[in-house]
């Protein structure tokens, strides 16, 4: 049994002080991840058997889904509704609907999908910001070497030098669409200073970033030509002869209606998998991130990367149990504040990348200097009352959710400190993709998350809305371009790629009993309680619970 | 797989020795030769022989041997053998398997032939798809030029042999045998009115034969081994092997040459391991897909032309195209009448507006927008259509269709708006 300080307890010892020197025994040494980093507890990954990856390591959870039997049969189909795009956008979130706007600019019919509503993503969670080398001092090189020192090397160094010298322009972009930044009196983009990087380079929006920039990005689809389907997830993609990838297979979560999208080019824009609860963490992510967009291509036969690597957050929430996992953003560490343990004691460099700060904060807990939140959870302090000591007014100024976040705790973080704990937050690999956001099967593209190679093992704070404008931007273009080249004759689309797979999984003598892509997690029940019938039986994951 | 079935196995035209490609140094060390030497040791045999061992056309007609050659040996002066290696339907893949790996094989049969009819010019009419099988046979052919058989053959029979390959093209309809005449012509494949037949006028009107390359592929072996012993290679009443072309929802799909007689079930679950995700079997398609659908109660049939014809379909190609509980049949026969549809080449009119009509109300119903009138116009030109055209091509799509209906009337109606 680990030695755990009691909430109450280690509340009462904590004293808001200005100055906190960082102690010597803090200089955390080489081997701290994989002492005690969640990606190097060696038996949580295993070795795909089939398709583009086999050979390849991968976490358990996902492997069971990459490797899951498909949801739907070709007999389904029968008499399903065909319907025709030009770029079909799978995904509603900041990736999606960049890529969705700049294929609608470039001329081509657009339809976007998207599991929920239209802005329902991780995009509008992002707090801190978005990186851009814009400072006077500042350079893409800075922000690139950044970048890649933090990926600890397994990075695609092509799509972190395309996306760093792309970032200016993304921020003019954004503005273009309508969003704001923060500004300082002069007019001037502010920035500050993200965990690993060398110089001031993420902008943001108090801390809500993410959600004004969903804010725009929404308006922006909702005032273009892009058709958007909400509620319908893909549950499939199609094929054509060639195998190439042709469209999709919509569900309407209202009415369990299939409709086959016909497209020359689809964009997979699905996000991550924080739903999934890798190694049983809290996440931070929202209620649709289950690697929907990961099955659909891999069964389709295109290769993905680095599947055994994740971020998990420092700082997501640990006390009230109730809101666990919830996420605070990097920005109160960018603006100096302290991370301390139960004795009070700071225990490392709060500006280390988050892989390293996140690995901390476990030894922390594991060798009994955590605070007990109850049921098994552990924390340690986030010391906001020590930053507002110490820069009076920020945390109304700067970082209004805070505050909100913590009238729902019934914590002033003012005045007292937050119980924070590492949370699943963001999949580091995830597709292979090029500068255009193409994957491996030709007509796929795939953006944001769902994609890997631009983040390496570990991602800098501010740089995932980079890359989902970025790539965004490049896959929507790319797209529209393949669309206007592609021949006028009609292709027979089919969902034969399924067949192929199936036979795989049979051969290597997997168990079929898992059905993916899961659409939503395991906890949600909506086979019990919902309005919609489709929803209810979309949410059947089992393949006995379908029979029935 | 079982030792029983292993044993039985791709005996003859598959075996290992075979496939030996483009090498005939290869082929006569093992194969290869012998049935040449029988050949040219007594000609006037090979026709009897060819009748007694009861070898028919393998291209999906069953049609005896025999009768054609018979029919071109008695004719005179220039003659053409067309080695027909169109294979352009949906689910066949077998006479590519053969191009590609066995060319020699091809070729050594292709020979014995012509000194059966006295022939003299022997096209290798190939789909230009497979450009494997279309070098592979180039290739082989200027092994067998450059060695002593061509001499040999001219100095026992008199036969000067013209070996050329032409690519066909691309068109199913080439695969048709008038058809393919013209495009040796260098015409567009439009299949001629019959008769004349070909084996009185055919290429520039020269007597032509024209067979599958799996029919030419088994005589080196029956010249080789006698009649008994190819006799004996089929199940029940039927002789030699057959190569079959297992796809769809199997567990592992491919080509087997089995004894010709087979029951469908060995195939399906012995070779092809079953269906896929244990579903149960729909419906088999077979040969072309032009013919009547097998169904589970068909799980039984012997595989020759005889028995699958006393189920009222035919054996076909041996294209065996199966379907599991987990395909829909509208969609699937919608996309073999596409298939005929686009494959049509368009002269005659009742087949090229007639499968086009049966396509888009095929593709309506089965994108759930057909009506209550879309089935009775299926219906209707199920009957109409039938012999409207001067190729079967008209035929098979109705029968495929025909059959669904008759099968599958639910699965219609329940797509159905009406």
């Given at each position: 049994?680990?030695?755990?300080?009691?909430?109450?307890?280690?509340?009462?010892?904590?004293?808001?002080?200005a100055?906190?020197?960082?102690?010597?025994s803090?200089?955390?040494?080489?081997?701290?991840?994989?002492?005690?980093?969640?990606?190097?507890?060696?038996?949580?990954?295993?070795?795909?058997?089939?398709?583009?990856?086999?050979?390849?390591?991968?976490?358990?959870?996902?492997?069971?889904?990459?490797?899951?039997?498909?949801?739907?049969?070709?007999?389904?189909?029968?008499?399903?509704?065909?319907?025709?795009?030009?770029?079909?956008?799978?995904?509603g979130?900041?990736?999606?609907?960049?890529?969705?706007?700049?294929?609608?600019?470039?001329?081509?019919?657009?339809?976007?999908?998207?599991?929920?509503?239209?802005?329902?993503?991780?995009?509008?969670?992002?707090?801190?910001?978005?990186?851009?080398?814009v400072?006077?001092d500042?350079?893409p090189?800075?922000?690139?070497?950044?970048?890649?020192?933090?990926?600890?090397?397994?990075?695609?160094?092509?799509?972190?030098?395309?996306?760093?010298?792309?970032?200016?322009?993304?921020?003019?972009?954004?503005?273009?669409?309508?969003?704001?930044?923060?500004?300082?009196?002069?007019?001037?983009?502010?920035?500050?200073?993200?965990?690993?990087?060398?110089?001031?380079?993420?902008?943001?929006?108090?801390?809500?970033?993410?959600?004004?920039m969903?804010?725009?990005?929404?308006?922006?689809?909702?005032?273009s030509?892009?058709?958007?389907?909400?509620?319908?997830?893909?549950?499939?993609?199609?094929?054509?002869?060639?195998?190439?990838?042709?469209?999709?297979?919509?569900?309407?979560?209202?009415?369990?209606?299939?409709?086959?999208?016909?497209?020359?080019?689809?964009?997979?824009?699905?996000?991550?998998?924080?739903?999934?609860?890798l190694?049983?963490?809290?996440?931070?992510?929202?209620?649709?991130?289950?690697?929907?967009?990961?099955?659909?291509?891999?069964?389709?036969?295109?290769?993905?990367?680095?599947?055994?690597?994740?971020?998990?957050?420092?700082?997501?929430?640990?006390?009230?149990?109730?809101?666990g996992?919830?996420?605070?953003?990097?920005?109160?560490?960018?603006?100096?504040?302290?991370?301390?343990?139960?004795?009070n004691?700071?225990?490392?460099?709060?500006?280390?990348?988050?892989?390293?700060?996140?690995?901390?904060?476990?030894?922390?807990?594991?060798?009994g200097?955590?605070?007990?939140?109850?049921?098994?959870?552990?924390?340690?302090?986030?010391d906001?009352?020590?930053?507002?000591?110490?820069?009076?007014?920020?945390?109304?100024?700067?970082?209004?959710?805070?505050?909100?976040?913590?009238?729902?705790?019934?914590i002033?973080?003012?005045?007292?400190?937050?119980?924070?704990?590492?949370?699943?937050?963001?999949?580091?690999?995830?597709?292979?993709?090029?500068?255009?956001?193409?994957?491996?099967?030709?007509?796929?593209?795939?953006?944001?998350?769902?994609?890997?190679?631009?983040?390496?093992?570990?991602?800098?704070?501010?740089?995932?809305?980079?890359?989902?404008?970025?790539?965004?931007?490049?896959?929507?273009?790319?797209?529209?371009?393949?669309?206007?080249?592609?021949?006028?004759?009609?292709?027979?689309?089919?969902?034969?790629h399924?067949?192929?797979?199936?036979?795989?999984?049979?051969?290597?003598?997997?168990?079929?009993?898992?059905?993916?892509?899961?659409?939503?997690?395991?906890?949600?029940?909506?086979?019990?309680?919902?309005?919609?019938?489709?929803?209810?039986?979309?949410?059947?994951?089992?393949?006995?619970?379908?029979?029935? | 797989?079982?030792?029983?079935?292993?044993?039985?196995l791709?005996?003859?035209?598959?075996?290992?020795?075979?496939?030996v490609?483009?090498?005939?140094?290869?082929?006569?060390?093992?194969?290869?030769?012998?049935?040449?030497?029988?050949?040219?040791?007594?000609?006037?045999?090979?026709?009897?022989m060819?009748?007694?061992?009861e070898?028919?056309?393998?291209?999906?007609?069953?049609?005896?041997?025999w009768?054609?050659?018979?029919?071109?040996?008695?004719?005179?002066?220039?003659?053409?053998?067309?080695?027909?290696?169109?294979?352009?339907?949906?689910?066949?893949?077998?006479?590519?398997?053969?191009?590609?790996?066995?060319?020699?094989?091809?070729?050594?049969?292709?020979?014995i032939?012509?000194?059966?009819?006295?022939?003299?010019?022997?096209?290798?009419?190939?789909?230009?798809?497979?450009?494997?099988?279309?070098?592979?046979?180039?290739?082989?052919?200027?092994?067998?030029?450059?060695?002593?058989?061509?001499?040999?053959i001219?100095?026992?029979?008199?036969?000067?042999?013209?070996?050329?390959?032409?690519?066909?093209?691309?068109?199913?309809?080439?695969?048709?045998?008038?058809?393919?005449?013209?495009?040796?012509?260098?015409?567009?494949?439009?299949?001629?009115?019959?008769?004349?037949?070909?084996?009185?006028?055919?290429?520039?009107?020269?007597?032509?034969l024209?067979?599958?390359?799996?029919?030419?592929?088994?005589?080196?072996?029956?010249?080789?081994?006698?009649?008994?012993?190819?006799?004996?290679?089929?199940?029940?009443?039927?002789?030699?092997?057959?190569?079959?072309?297992?796809?769809?929802?199997?567990?592992?799909?491919g080509?087997?040459?089995?004894?010709?007689?087979?029951?469908?079930?060995?195939?399906?679950?012995?070779?092809?391991?079953?269906?896929?995700?244990?579903?149960?079997?729909?419906a088999?398609?077979?040969?072309?897909?032009?013919?009547?659908?097998?169904?589970?109660k068909?799980?039984?049939?012997?595989?020759d032309?005889?028995?699958?014809?006393?189920?009222?379909?035919?054996?076909?190609?041996?294209?065996?195209?199966?379907?599991?509980?987990?395909?829909?049949?509208?969609?699937?026969?919608?996309?073999?009448?596409?298939?005929?549809?686009?494959?049509?080449?368009?002269?005659?009119?009742?087949?090229?507006?007639?499968?086009?009509?049966?396509?888009?109300?095929?593709?309506?119903?089965?994108?759930g927008?057909?009506?209550?009138?879309?089935?009775?116009?299926?219906?209707?030109?199920?009957?109409?259509?039938?012999?409207?055209?001067?190729?079967?091509?008209?035929?098979?799509?109705?029968?495929?269709?025909?059959?669904?209906?008759?099968?599958?009337?639910?699965?219609?109606?329940?797509?159905?708006?009406?």
């Open positions: 049994m680990v030695k755990k300080v009691p909430y109450d307890e280690a509340l009462k010892r904590y004293k808001p002080m100055e906190r020197p960082l102690p010597p803090a200089e955390i040494g080489e081997d701290i991840l994989r002492t005690f980093h969640p990606d190097y507890i060696s038996d949580r990954c295993t070795e795909l058997t089939v398709g583009a990856n086999a050979g390849d390591k991968c976490h358990r959870q996902l492997a069971e889904i990459l490797q899951s039997d498909a949801r739907i049969d070709e007999a389904d189909l029968a008499a399903s509704v065909e319907e025709e795009t030009d770029v079909l956008v799978i995904g979130g900041g990736a999606g609907c960049t890529a969705a706007l700049e294929a609608a600019r470039a001329g081509v019919r657009v339809m976007l999908a998207t599991k929920l509503r239209l802005g329902d993503s991780n995009t509008v969670m992002a707090e801190g910001g978005i990186q851009a080398s400072d006077k500042d350079t090189q800075m922000h690139y070497n950044d970048t890649v020192k933090a990926a600890r090397g397994q990075i695609d160094r092509g799509l972190a030098a395309q996306m760093v010298t792309d970032a200016p322009d993304v921020i003019r972009w954004l503005i273009q669409q309508g969003m704001q930044f923060d500004l300082d009196q002069y007019g001037d983009l502010i920035s500050r200073r993200a965990g690993g990087s060398t110089a001031p380079r993420v902008l943001h929006y108090r801390d809500y970033t993410g959600l004004e969903m804010r725009v990005l929404r308006e922006a689809v909702f005032n030509d892009v058709e958007v389907r909400d509620y319908c997830p893909a549950v499939e993609l199609l094929s054509d002869q060639a195998g190439h990838c042709a469209g999709a297979v919509l569900s309407s979560l209202k009415s369990y209606q299939f409709s086959l999208v016909r497209a020359k080019a689809v964009i997979i824009a699905t996000g991550g998998i924080g739903r999934l609860h190694n049983s963490f809290p996440t931070s992510n929202h209620f649709g991130a289950v690697g929907d967009g990961l099955v659909l291509a891999y069964r389709l036969g295109a290769k993905l990367r680095d599947l055994d690597t994740f971020q998990y957050h420092p700082s997501g929430l640990a006390y009230p149990l109730h809101l996992g919830t996420l605070i953003t990097e920005g109160i560490r960018s603006a100096g504040g302290y991370l301390l343990n139960a004795n004691e700071r225990f490392i460099d709060e500006l280390k990348p988050r892989d390293s700060v996140a690995a901390a904060i476990i030894r922390e807990c594991l060798e200097r955590g605070i007990d939140a109850g049921d098994g959870t552990c924390g340690i302090w986030l906001t009352p020590g930053l507002e000591l110490r820069n009076p007014g920020i945390i109304e100024e700067q970082f209004p959710k805070l505050l909100h976040l913590g009238t729902k705790c019934g002033d973080p003012r005045t007292q400190p937050m119980l924070i704990h590492p949370t699943l937050h963001y999949q580091n690999g995830g597709v292979v993709i090029n500068k255009d956001g193409a994957s491996t099967v030709p007509g796929l593209y795939c953006v944001g998350e769902v994609a890997g190679g631009v983040h390496g093992r570990n991602r800098l704070m501010g740089n995932s809305l980079l890359d989902i404008v970025s790539f965004g931007r490049r896959a929507g273009l790319a797209a529209a371009k393949r669309s206007h080249s592609s021949s006028l004759r009609q292709k027979r689309i089919s969902v034969e399924l067949s192929a797979y199936r036979r795989k999984l049979m051969l290597a003598n997997m168990p079929l009993e898992q059905k993916g892509p899961i659409l939503f997690p395991e906890y949600a029940k909506f086979e019990n309680d919902s309005d919609y019938s489709g929803l209810r039986k979309n949410t059947l994951r089992k393949s006995t619970e379908i029979a029935e | 797989m079982k030792p029983e079935l292993e044993q039985v791709n005996q003859v035209l598959l075996r290992p020795a075979c496939r490609g483009a090498d005939f140094d290869a082929w006569m060390w093992d194969v290869g030769g012998k049935g040449l030497d029988a050949a040219l040791a007594d000609p006037a045999a090979i026709i009897p060819v009748k007694a061992a070898l028919r056309g393998l291209g999906g007609s069953g049609f005896p041997t009768f054609k050659w018979n029919a071109v040996a008695t004719e005179t002066g220039d003659k053409y053998l067309i080695c027909n290696g169109n294979e352009d339907e949906p689910g066949t893949f077998k006479d590519r398997v053969l191009m590609e790996h066995y060319p020699h094989q091809l070729i050594e049969g292709a020979t032939t012509s000194i059966a009819c006295g022939i003299n010019h022997v096209v290798f009419y190939i789909n230009p798809e497979f450009s494997a099988g279309i070098t592979a046979i180039g290739r082989a052919l200027e092994q067998w030029r450059a060695s002593e058989w061509p001499e040999r001219a100095r026992d029979t008199g036969l000067r042999i013209d070996y050329k390959v032409q690519p066909s093209s691309g068109h199913y309809i080439g695969g048709e045998e008038t058809a393919a005449i013209e495009t040796v012509e260098g015409k567009f494949p439009f299949p001629r009115a019959k008769p004349p037949f070909p084996s009185s006028y055919g290429v520039f009107g020269h007597p032509t024209i067979n599958n390359i799996e029919t030419l592929c088994n005589l080196p072996h029956l010249l080789q081994n006698g009649v008994d012993w190819f006799r004996n290679l089929g199940l029940g009443k039927a002789t030699g092997t057959k190569i079959y072309c297992l796809s769809g929802d199997v567990l592992k799909p080509v087997y040459e089995l004894p010709m007689g087979t029951p469908l079930s060995d195939l399906l679950y012995g070779y092809g391991e079953g269906m896929l995700v244990g579903k149960e079997l729909k088999v398609f077979t040969g072309g897909p032009s013919n009547t659908i097998l169904t589970p068909d799980i039984d049939v012997p595989m032309f005889e028995s699958v014809a006393e189920r009222r379909s035919a054996l076909g190609t041996g294209a065996m195209i199966a379907v599991s509980r987990g395909t829909g049949i509208v969609k699937k026969v919608a996309e073999y009448v596409s298939f005929f549809a686009a494959s049509s080449c368009g002269q005659c009119p009742s087949c090229k507006t007639g499968t086009h009509n049966m396509s888009q109300l095929l593709n309506r119903i089965g994108t927008q057909g009506r209550r009138s879309d089935l009775d116009n299926l219906d209707n030109l199920c009957k109409i259509l039938p012999g409207s055209g001067r190729c079967p091509l008209i035929n098979g799509a109705v029968k495929v269709l025909d059959s669904s209906l008759y099968h599958f009337r639910d699965e219609y109606q329940q797509s159905l708006t009406d």
